[in-house]
């Protein structure tokens, strides 16, 4: 069972900055793509940015480019890893709830990433980000 942990959602005013936090354990996760995706109400699930596990460069959506930074940490255990979203420059339209997913790294981050639902086989609860002043 794998299980995924989520932190650092909150409320910061436009300009502002915020880092999210995934903490994933359970198996290997040495072949695992781990990525951020985000939900604004009535919109789609769409994803902000994956990164794998084979040191290729990381996706980022067009609308986050530049302003927010994905990375991977990789504890000695296999089964247990971190990654994280430096989230700069924030937007009133980058608010929505942020979920941290899982999935097996079979093709392109990229692909995985643009395409989330049959791709990535765990979710975690979701971190709600509210930008507003």
């Known amino acids: 069972q794998l299980h995924i942990v989520e932190s650092g959602g909150g409320l910061v005013q436009p300009g502002g900055s915020l880092r999210l936090s995934c903490e994933a354990s359970?198996?290997?996760?040495?072949?695992?793509?781990i990525g951020w995706f985000r939900q604004a109400p009535g919109g789609e699930r769409e994803g902000v940015s994956c990164?794998?596990?084979?040191?290729?460069?990381?996706?980022?959506?067009?609308s986050v480019k530049g302003r927010f930074t994905i990375s991977r940490d990789k504890s000695r255990d296999s089964a247990k890893t971190t990654v994280y979203l430096q989230m700069n420059s924030l937007n009133p339209e980058d608010t929505a709830v942020y979920y941290c997913?899982?999935?097996?790294?079979?093709?392109?981050?990229?692909?995985?990433?643009?395409?989330?639902?049959?791709?990535?086989?765990?979710w975690g609860q979701g971190s709600p980000v509210t930008v507003s002043t």
């Open positions: 359970g198996f290997n996760l040495d072949d695992a793509v």
């Open positions: 990164i794998g596990s084979k040191g290729g460069p990381p996706y980022y959506a067009d």
């Open positions: 997913a899982v999935g097996a790294e079979f093709t392109t981050v990229q692909a995985l990433c643009v395409n989330p639902m049959p791709n990535m086989d765990y």
